[in-house]
């Protein structure tokens, strides 16, 4: 069960379901598949928070002098070049130096990895909320034969994160919210066994609404004892007025192909920011 | 199960609920309400790429049919033994197509839908129009359909004249 809805986010943010290594984000121009394969040999995984005890206390760790009083390691400063070439490679390939707007009129506010598109809508209010923390998918191993691609061939990373869509009406004390996600492709049906129509077409639904509710209006407490919807097993028609209702809203298919593309560069100038802020972080100051 | 409906694209807008429930009538007067049925409405650019790769024409269109009984008869219902052969087949819809069909004919697009998904359900139902008789037998079943689905709802639909639409056999 969901509780606030920025915590409803947060949780509702995918996590891989790999037992190992979250999600690789491969380097441009090198594949970086080792350094986070390191991470998998933990049990419990990087996610975690568990760290793989990768140096003994008997061995003498070889320093670096320096009079800022840290730590800093022969292996540190290994770490710091590569951040340097990591970080100037991934500007390289951004694609989005400034984030790309949302047509509908969506007001955007940030909060580091989260973001909220708001909008007002014949006195309504609707407020999308994301987190792009563990929002790309994990990207499935190929057979070892088509393994060694070139990086013209790697797939693009794209966000598909968990989003809450709120809809609040004047005068109304709960809001409606509805718990969205983008859906794994769809594999089956008549035309799939038969023919083999996976050739790359996906047959979900674009977005997919998984639980709705009415909660408080605003970031407070999940209601606990108020009823949750899970569409698992809704009647179909009642599903479709569902969707019909946020698209009405203005939260359709061209909203959520623009959210994916908003993620993605939010996601991609938070991994930017992270990997610069890790680079001071290690660096000799 | 049902109508399996999904909407992949973005390029018209559709109520979704106003297709499944004019689905419902038609499977209804049909009479395959038993049977599951998937509807996949998607754009130009998805359903010429299907039409290409299962019928070799690099163009859009308006439906293509996925029967899952090969070579039915006519509008025979198939004799089913096992619970999970309740299934028809599947419909793309090219939603982009008909809707610019309709631009050009002043046509209700939600109309033209329900028209063009009685036209699919034909085609997984056995019908075919590669011949004149073929075509004059699946018209007739059409305008069969429609009249009674405009009887049930006081619409006025007509079956699709004579067109490129051709059966989905790759």
């Known amino acids: 069960m969901l509780k606030s809805v920025s915590r409803a986010v947060q949780l509702a943010a995918r996590l891989s379901l790999s037992s190992s290594a979250p999600a690789v984000r491969p380097a441009p121009s090198l594949r970086r598949s080792f350094s986070r394969s390191f991470w998998s040999l933990s049990s419990s995984g990087a996610a975690s928070g568990s760290r793989p005890r990768l140096l003994t206390a008997t061995r003498a760790l070889p320093t670096l002098s320096c009079g800022c009083g840290s730590l800093h390691t022969e292996g540190d400063k290994a770490f710091a070049e590569f951040l340097t070439d990591e970080i100037k490679e991934e500007k390289k390939i951004q694609k ?74 004047p005068g109304v004390k709960s809001s409606l919210v509805f718990d969205c996600h983008f859906p794994e492709d769809e594999v089956g049906g008549s035309v799939s066994e038969q023919t083999g ?39 179909w028609a009642l599903y479709d007025h569902l969707m019909d209702f946020l698209a009405d809203r203005g939260v359709d298919n061209t909203f959520a192909d623009e959210l994916t593309e908003l993620s993605t560069a939010l996601e991609h100038q938070e991994y930017i920011k992270f990997l610069e802020d890790l680079s001071t972080f290690v660096k000799c100051k | 199960m049902g109508v399996v409906l999904r909407n992949l694209q973005n390029v018209v807008p559709l109520r979704r609920a106003k297709l499944r429930k004019d689905v419902e009538v038609l499977r209804h007067i049909f009479g395959v309400q038993r049977f599951d049925m998937g509807i996949i409405c998607v754009d130009n650019r998805r359903i010429q790429r299907i039409n290409h790769v299962y019928r070799k024409k690099n163009q859009p269109t308006d439906v293509l049919s996925f029967p899952f009984y090969e070579d039915l008869r006519p509008g025979k219902i198939p004799c089913v033994l096992q619970r999970e052969e309740y299934n028809l087949g599947d419909i793309f819809l090219g939603v982009e197509y008909v809707m610019q069909q309709c631009k050009e004919t002043s046509q209700d697009l939600h109309e033209a839908l329900t028209v063009v998904t009685a036209h699919g359900i034909c085609h997984l139902l056995g019908y075919r129009h590669e011949t004149e008789e073929e075509w004059n037998e699946m018209q007739q079943k059409e305008s069969y359909i429609l009249s009674e689905f405009n009887r049930l709802t006081g619409s006025h639909l007509e079956p699709l004249t004579k067109r490129s639409t051709q059966d989905m056999r790759p």
Request: aromatic fraction near 6%; charged fraction near 30%.
């Open chain 1, 96 to 169: 989005n130096k400034s984030l790309p707007k949302m047509s509908g009129g969506w007001e955007l506010e940030l909060n580091g990895t989260e973001a909220k598109l708001i909008r007002s809508l014949s006195g309504e209010k609707v407020t999308i909320t994301f987190n792009v923390n563990n929002s790309i998918p994990p990207q499935l191993e190929e057979d070892p034969e088509h393994a060694q691609k070139s990086p013209e061939d790697e797939p693009e990373i794209v966000s598909t994160p968990n989003f809450v869509v709120e809809v609040t009406k």
């Open chain 1, 197 to 235: 129509h996976g050739e790359g077409e996906e047959e979900s639904d674009i977005f997919a609404i998984r639980e709705v509710s009415f909660q408080p209006e605003g970031d407070v407490e999940w209601k606990e004892t108020s009823y949750t919807l899970n569409t698992d097993s809704l009647d």
